[in-house]
């Protein structure tokens, strides 16, 4: 496994590559600030790199992506969600991949740490939603103008005033997981545009915590949204004649308060 901050190459084969991105850097640019650093420009800065150190190995070896040692986008995540972005390796392998998005036939499963402690163990969101339809560049719910979207949600633990959910798209709408589960009155946790920015402390659901509130650091101040496993169909072929699975690691924050919930729960809450 390469790492190079701010990403990790979990997977690759000569069509894709599947990176674990951390929060905090687009997968594109940015439309309203072209300036910001992007995940496809330093993927093909690290593949470039990479072909020039084949092209001058003794004897010279074959580089990992072929000219022009790029590669191509096939689907994107929100900047402050981290998790699994899928990158095609040549223009052919694009269009298929980008077929299997377009035809939902690509499993996304997400994990999100929202407020409150939902009703539902499991429930189904299919709120059609608009993109940039105010002037925070907002994805709105519009039932008359908005688009498809249909998202399926399964309750995994609560914990105090906070609960872990299980987020499977259907559609890929902008913020789609997290306008609907601010419809749905559970908004992400440290969600600017659909909550609140307030962090996530410990003493918040841990009972008899006794620290110092003024030196306490927060579990979590980002985003609560991990784009955690990516399931491709078989092929049919015999190079890959049985589905992909995809799971990427949780981020430290992320997993130092899933320990925590858990130890408040008593059991594991991931498989």
């Known amino acids: 496994m390469k790492q190079s901050e701010p990403f990790t190459i ?10 674990n991105k951390a929060s905090g850097i687009a997968v ?42 790029r590669v191509y986008v096939v689907h994107r995540i ?27 036939t690509i499993e996304k499963t997400y994990l999100a740490v929202i407020h409150g402690r939902p009703a539902w163990t499991e429930t189904v969101c299919d709120l059609p939603i608009r993109a940039d339809g105010d002037r925070e ?14 998202t399926n949600f399964k309750l995994l633990a609560e914990v105090g005033a906070y609960s872990l959910i299980q987020a499977q798209i259907e559609t890929g709408r ?28 410990l003493s918040a659901f841990k009972r008899g915590w006794r620290g110092d509130n003024l030196e306490e650091k927060p579990l979590m101040a980002r985003l609560g949204l991990h784009a955690y496993s990516l399931v491709l169909p078989a092929s ?17 924050d992320f997993r130092a308060l899933l320990n925590q919930m858990e ?7 991931l498989d």
Do not use: M
């Open 28 to 69: 594109i640019a940015d439309r309203w600030d072209d300036s910001k650093e992007r995940l496809d420009e330093l993927l093909n800065s690290y593949f470039a790199k990479e072909a020039a150190e084949a092209a001058s190995a003794v004897p010279p070896r074959e580089p990992r992506i072929p000219f022009p040692h």
């Open 236 to 252: 049919g072929d015999e190079t890959h004649d049985e589905p992909h699975r995809f799971i990427a690691p949780l981020p430290r």
């Open 137 to 150: 560049h907002r994805t709105v719910i519009d039932k008359s103008k908005g688009k498809h979207a249909r």
């Open 10 to 19: 979990l997977y690759e084969n000569d069509q894709f590559v599947v990176v």
């Open 174 to 201: 902008t913020h789609q997981i997290r306008v609907h589960l601010a419809s749905l009155g559970h908004p992400v946790v440290c969600d600017p545009l659909y909550g609140t920015t307030k962090p996530v402390y």
């Open 78 to 104: 929100d900047r402050d969600t981290s998790g699994l972005v899928l990158f095609a390796k040549t223009r052919e392998a694009h269009k298929h991949l980008s077929s299997l998005f377009e035809s939902r």
């Open 263 to 269: 130890k408040v729960i008593g059991a594991p809450i």
